[in-house]
């Protein structure tokens, strides 16, 4: 398992040497950025840019190692207008390039919203499953050509609510490249976040640890134990700043030491 920084997307490039430096300082073992318009790296970028910003974190000694698609219409895979659709895999299919320029192993991703809205656009819950079904199954060769991991995000938007679901989406799928990254914050919020990594178990590529939730998150030894029983192996995300020693290595400890 790894621990990664999230670098906020209100980040710019000419900021991030200084932010690199801090996180390897802190005991990370890379970085996340995000990707959309107007983040830290933007949609548009070349594939020259996205290799200065890999060797600037490489100077810096930390690697990029996971990116986040900003959650964005433009690339929603679950959607009902069909060209609108097809657009959005194009999007995620452009976004899928750019982390393998930058070197990056895991896109997270929020898939969809889920619902019609008061002005009658939108899907029923079982119509949002199906297209991005659909449109993960577009996408899957584009992943696996790149090397590049999506990993899923549920429970935002109303959306994928429940781990069997969740896990059945990923398993039709069938791609060992196409799969789940918790955001602890969200999941606490609709059940236990221990009950969907003991669900999900090797399909668990990602865990995401917002700010506001650290210390209730580092306190709770329910998913601590699930995240060692399933012997998880992926990237544990964290916030960035401020970028704290101790804090990092309490949460290392309570990660590997039983009863910690």
């Given at each position: 398992?790894?621990?990664?920084?999230?670098?906020?997307?209100?980040?710019?490039?000419?900021?991030?040497?200084?932010?690199?430096?801090?996180?390897?300082?802190?005991?990370?073992?890379?970085?996340?950025?995000?990707?959309?318009?107007?983040?830290?790296?933007?949609?548009?970028?070349?594939?020259?840019?996205c290799h200065a910003l890999t060797r600037e974190a490489e100077r810096s000694g930390i690697p990029v190692r996971s990116a986040l698609l900003a959650d964005d219409?433009?690339?929603?895979?679950?959607?009902?207008?069909?060209?609108?659709?097809?657009?959005?895999?194009?999007?995620?299919?452009?976004?899928v390039r750019r982390c393998r320029w930058l070197g990056v192993r895991t896109l997270r991703l929020i898939p969809a919203v889920a619902g019609v809205g008061p002005d009658g656009n939108g899907l029923s819950y079982q119509e949002t499953l199906n297209q991005t079904w659909r449109s993960l199954e577009a996408l899957r060769g584009d992943f696996e050509r790149c090397g590049v991991v999506a990993g899923?995000?549920?429970?935002?938007?109303r959306f994928l609510l429940s781990p069997?679901?969740?896990?059945?989406?990923?398993?039709?799928?069938?791609?060992?490249?196409?799969?789940?990254?918790?955001?602890?914050?969200?999941?606490?919020?609709?059940?236990?976040?221990?009950?969907?990594?003991?669900?999900?178990?090797?399909?668990?590529?990602?865990?995401?640890l917002g700010a506001a939730a650290?210390?209730?998150?580092?306190?709770d030894q329910t998913w601590l134990r699930a995240l060692r029983d399933i012997r998880f192996d992926g990237l544990l995300i964290c916030p960035g700043e401020p970028c704290n020693p101790d804090e990092l290595n309490a949460l290392r400890k309570a990660i590997v030491a039983p009863g910690a």
């Open positions: 398992m790894l621990i990664v920084a999230h670098i906020e997307r209100t980040h710019r490039r000419r900021e991030l040497p200084d932010l690199f430096i801090q996180v390897r300082e802190a005991g990370f073992d890379g970085v996340e950025v995000v990707v959309g318009a107007g983040c830290t790296c933007e949609l548009s970028e070349s594939e020259e840019d219409p433009a690339v929603r895979l679950g959607v009902a207008n069909e060209r609108e659709r097809l657009r959005s895999i194009e999007a995620v299919r452009a976004v899923v995000m549920p429970c935002h938007h069997p679901e969740f896990r059945e989406l990923i398993d039709r799928v069938n791609s060992s490249l196409v799969g789940a990254a918790l955001d602890w914050d969200v999941c606490a919020r609709i059940g236990s976040p221990a009950d969907w990594i003991t669900t999900l178990q090797h399909r668990l590529a990602a865990v995401s650290w210390n209730m998150a580092v306190g």
